[in-house]
């Protein structure tokens, strides 16, 4: 049985395709988070693999990197890179275990794989309006924004997909808008509007637009009178699995008290009331 396919890969294409360079800020603090985390890694990469949707700006990043389309079937060779970025696109994939699980066959024993990507928070405001809108609106409900991973369950994928000393964490960043219909025009720009397989396939109604820009005014405005925008910005680290790293030890093989590790006196428990 084929896997549901939840992204119109053509239509994916076609946004960032349609993207503007002066609008990739999400990519710009993706880029410096990734840097930042490989600052504090006591390694040095010799060959690099990024998976991307927008390759320019990836490829001007890291010059000497390969560059790896986000296809459903990633062009990485078994046991060639010692450190792969998955870089703002797990959030599209139609199997994200399985890019995942890719990206480790991708690893020599011991790479690394930084997996960043948008979050289950992301855009939460505008998700809301725009279904409180259609609903009074049409009556109904039809697919607009992408379904993200919540952070606890994040980690668990990285674990799935065979990874060692799996860590998932989450920064959450908030924009500011005119209104909703600026936030609207930026995501268009960004190459990140609505590519759902079972997205309406014509334009939205203009009132029910207007009544999401009303409520999310309402109930989203800052106190500079405009509007905020949630980007969650999940990492997912992982290092393929090696005979090289850190393994724990066998239940009841210490060798040394916890309480004389900590300096203090151990207290056995009281079970007289089990």
């Known amino acids: 049985m084929s896997m ?3 992204t119109d890969r053509a239509a994916l294409l076609r946004n960032r395709s349609r993207a503007s360079s002066d609008a990739l800020f999400l990519q ?3 880029a410096d ?3 930042e985390r490989l600052s504090e890694v006591n390694r040095t990469f010799t060959s690099v693999a990024i998976v991307t949707g927008f390759p320019d700006f990836w490829g001007q990043r890291y010059p000497d990197a390969h560059i790896i389309p986000d296809d459903d079937t990633l062009d990485l060779a078994p046991g060639t890179f010692d450190l792969i970025l998955h870089a703002m696109c797990l959030h599209w ?3 994200p275990v399985g890019q995942l699980v890719q990206a ?3 690893l020599k024993p011991d790479g690394l794989l930084l997996c960043t990507f948008l979050g289950g928070q992301t ?3 505008l998700r809301s309006s725009l279904a ?4 009074a609106v049409t009556g ?3 697919p607009r924004i992408a379904p993200m991973g919540e952070i606890r369950d994040l980690g668990g994928l990285l674990q799935r997909a065979g990874f060692a000393l799996p860590v998932a964490d989450s920064t959450p960043i908030t924009a500011s808008y005119a209104n909703a219909f600026h936030l609207m025009h930026d995501l268009r720009k960004m190459g990140e509007n609505n590519a759902l397989t079972d997205r309406i396939k014509h334009p939205t109604r203009r009132n029910v637009l207007t009544e999401a820009a009303s409520i999310y005014a309402d109930n989203f405005r800052n106190d500079d009178n405009r509007v905020d925008a949630t980007f969650e910005v999940i990492t997912l680290t992982g290092w393929a699995p090696s005979a090289d790293q850190p393994q724990p030890l066998r239940p009841g093989s210490a060798t040394t008290r916890l309480a004389d590790a900590l300096g203090t006196d151990e207290t056995p428990l009281d079970r007289s009331n089990d």
């Open 123 to 125: 855009l939460h405001e």
């Open 140 to 142: 109904g409900l039809s």
């Open 93 to 95: 994939a139609n199997d």
């Open 33 to 35: 988070e990734l840097q």
């Open 28 to 30: 710009e603090h993706a």
């Open 132 to 135: 409180e809108a259609e609903a």
């Open 4 to 6: 549901p396919q939840l």
């Open 104 to 106: 480790r066959h991708g």
